[in-house]
């Protein structure tokens, strides 16, 4: 028995292998398992200084298996307002697109078996689980800081993250339409025609939500108009 795997991930599209069990549904001649990973990495600009940082044999899902979001930090330090920014500058632990903040990248993991059945091959037991890392920088104030500068740094790291969170909340949107679109594959003449399938309905769910990202972003100004400015 082969289980086959794909992985999605982070920068909008990717593949990876994922490992899963597979059992025989009913009136399923054979089957075999095969799992899939897509890695999609995703960054976008919040105003000029934010990066944003997805028959009987077929089972229903409303939502995806699992979605784990974790978010790191890096450490900035200042006194004022734009020295806080001079060290962001510095600190930022990305070596492309150093005018941005923070970064979100996500991955989907997806895992199928094939059966055989009366009508062909099918995908079953579909599972999509999904993972968001988020990046956001910390500022820890001195105690000579201005409160006035304090609350504005509140105002503006809330406003980044509900930026990010409206990305991961695109990318578990992803995963659930994921799950849905493979398990309404039809069957397939041949285990190579399923295979297919899979990969072409899996990059067309995929597509879809990197064009949902970017309009996303254009809409919010990548952040701007949810107060993820920095300049304000």
């Avoid at 734009?82 to 492309?96: C, L, Q």
């Avoid at 079953?124 to 105690?143: D, E, F, K, N, Q």
């Avoid at 679109?181 to 769910?205: D, G, I, M, W």
Wanted: glycine content about 6%.
């Amino acid at each position: 028995m082969r289980r086959l795997s794909r992985v999605a991930a982070g920068l909008h599209w990717a593949w990876l292998p994922a490992i899963g069990n597979a059992t025989t549904p009913p009136r399923c001649v054979a089957s075999a398992p095969h799992s899939g990973f897509w890695l999609a990495p995703i960054r976008r600009q919040v105003w000029f200084l934010a990066l944003i940082l997805a028959g009987g044999c077929l089972a229903t899902a409303a939502a995806a298996d699992s979605f784990v979001v974790t978010t790191n930090f890096y450490n900035v330090s200042g006194t004022n307002w734009w020295d806080v920014h001079a060290s962001k500058t510095r600190a930022r632990p990305w070596t492309t697109n150093m005018h941005f903040d923070a970064t979100t990248r996500w991955n989907l993991r997806w895992t199928y078996n094939w059966a055989r059945t009366e009508e062909g091959y099918r995908a079953t037991s579909v599972g999509v689980a999904g993972t968001a890392v988020i990046t956001m920088p910390r500022w820890i104030p001195p105690p000579q800081t201005p409160p006035a500068t304090r609350q504005r740094w509140l105002r503006y790291i809330a406003a980044l993250m509900t930026h990010e969170q409206g990305h991961v909340s695109l990318a578990r949107a992803a995963a659930v339409e994921l799950r849905k679109e493979l398990e309404a594959l039809p069957a397939f003449p041949t285990r190579q025609a399923l295979n297919e399938a899979v990969e072409k309905r899996s990059q067309a769910v995929i597509q879809s939500f990197k064009e949902k990202e970017r309009d996303y972003d254009q809409r919010t100004g990548h952040g701007a108009t949810q107060g993820a400015s920095y300049t304000r």
